[in-house]
């Protein structure tokens, strides 16, 4: 039996922790701050460890204090603290468009492109043309208009900057009529009023919370009123008694007044979901072809590319906005202007887009194939729990990225429910956090739940492999 003074004064120094072969050999690799950092942590996270035993009584006999114990606890927190603090994960979630995760993935010739640009010099603001300066807008505006059937177009930062220049560039200091069943908020942050009062203009709430008619903008337009704003409903569905004007109806009474209709889509889609028995989504062209003047729309929800507002629409608002005082705070740089061009490339052929663009293909999944990857799952997996508690369940992935809120996505999961007297699923999901790979994944009624839908093929080893490692303990 030991006392606790004595059991501090085994505590290695932290010279003798790095002398350790296993950190004299890490120091090689890995900058030598970070290994000294980690055994001065680790040191210190024993002595409290026995300084809080405090009563000799409670102090385990066996406690290892070996410098090779020691030692191997310092370099595990010493690979923690050198590697990135981004880093790519597996998503097995079944939510394509995951917010917290990144959004889209993109399609590979986008990868190429910003891989490209970002290693060589290149013509952001050059004119190959006429040899003088040339504006990093031009590269993207052409192809989004053949796409869009827009006059014009420009990219800013996000979808939450689009609406804020669009307004504050219209109707700073005038008014904007907004329905009241559209004042929502998305993502924490975007709140249509918020964004509003930001951008300068104020905002006139017309309707009510389930129904909004044509007489009621017009009740409220007035010699202040700059435009009318309609926001689509991303991540909400109303049911049972609702009204809501469409777009067209909305942009004849606009122009009526002489006043532009500016229409936040969310998400920007570009291709017909009905044709792929997903629910109907407005799609861009569609509002542009309906009147609304200018059109709003995130570049990595249902587009499938980089993060990036997109706002089509009227040639001479589109110039307006573009030179706003604050374009420039909110513009895109080379490698968003890259990976969106490689995005949007694909939509020039349909069928190239459905298969390349990573959010497309997932969202087109055929259950028969997902139910094929959860079995070839499972298999893996049951190699590790044995048969026994590994099953396949049917059950339903979804959009995300406040899109298609009510739509429910077929598929078929690799679900996991360990015994009672196992590891706590809370556990593995905690563990399957630090293995490398990470892999999020779904834990529903204590049942670890995998999606294929969002796991690439060729994630399945290495996923497979960190839930061994995390069933064990390991990292
Ligand atoms: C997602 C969304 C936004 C915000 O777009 P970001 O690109 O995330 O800034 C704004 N409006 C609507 C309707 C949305 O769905």
Redesign the pocket.
Known sequence: MSDYQSLLRELPAVDRLLREPLLADLQKRLPRRVVLQAAQETIDSYRRAITSYGDAEKIPGNIDLSPTTLAGEAAILAEKSAGSNLKTLINATGIIIH?NLG?APLPETAVQALTGIAANYNNLEYSLESGGRGSRHDHLEELICELSGAEAAVVL???????FLALNEIASNKEVIVSRGQL?E??GS?R?PD?MAASGASLVEVGTTNKTYLRDYEAKVSENTAAFLK?????YHMVGFTAAVDTAELAGLAHRYGLPLIE????GVLLDLEKYNLPPEPRVQDSVAAGADLV??????MLGGP???IIVGRGDLVKAIRTNQLARALRVDKFIIAALEATLRLYLDEDKAVQEIPVWRMLTDAADTLKRRANSLAEALSDIFGPEPVSVVKSVSRVG???LPMAELPTYLAAVKLPENDIHPEKMVERLRHTNPPVILRLQQDTLLFDPRTIFEGQESALVEAVRKAYLGQR
């Open positions: 917010t959004r930062n996000n979808n939450a900057a689009a609406v929502v998305i993502g975007f249509i964004i926001v689509h409903a991303s991540n936040d889509l969310g998400s709003t729309f995130s570049g990595d929800k993060q990036a507002g990225g406040g899109a």
